[in-house]
């Protein structure tokens, strides 16, 4: 399994970004994928997760602000941010786990729970975004 984020950069608060993260050796349907961010000085923080059918939870720091999304076709994960804050300043992890279940005949991946860094089995090297005033 591999995972490669791209998209980071700088920009000024208030403003957006579009994070990519491109995925190999793993079926979509099968893996409840997330991001993660850690900024400097501060333990690694759960942002967002979106399940095999495109259900979504944020971080209640993000929500309203961010939107996750995946294409299965394409086999990568998105992550849309908007309205950003000095606080969102960190490096931004691509992440990936296993969670899946059949249903009907066809694989699902759920990811009720994947709110810890623990949850993800696979990630990314990271991406820097950093918000200035």
């Known amino acids: 399994v591999q995972l490669v984020e791209s998209g980071g950069g700088s920009v000024q608060s208030g403003g957006s970004l579009r994070l990519s993260c491109a995925t190999s050796?793993?079926?979509?349907?099968?893996?409840?994928m997330g991001w993660l961010r850690q900024a400097p000085g501060k333990e690694r923080e759960w942002v967002a997760a979106?399940?095999?059918?495109?259900?979504?939870v944020y971080a209640d720091t993000v929500k309203g602000r961010f939107t996750i999304s995946r294409d299965n076709a394409k086999n990568t994960l998105y992550l849309q941010m908007n309205s950003l804050k000095l606080e969102d300043t960190a490096m931004y992890y691509c992440?990936?786990?296993?969670?899946?279940?059949?249903?009907?005949?066809?694989?699902?991946?759920?990811?009720?729970?994947?709110?810890?860094?623990?949850?993800?089995?696979?990630w990314g090297q990271g991406t820097q975004v950093t918000v200035s005033s």
């Open positions: 979106v399940d095999s059918d495109g259900n979504t």
């Open positions: 050796g793993l079926t979509s349907s099968r893996y409840c």
């Open positions: 992440a990936a786990d296993r969670r899946e279940y059949v249903s009907g005949g066809r694989y699902f991946a759920s990811c009720r729970g994947a709110k810890f860094t623990a949850d993800y089995g696979y």
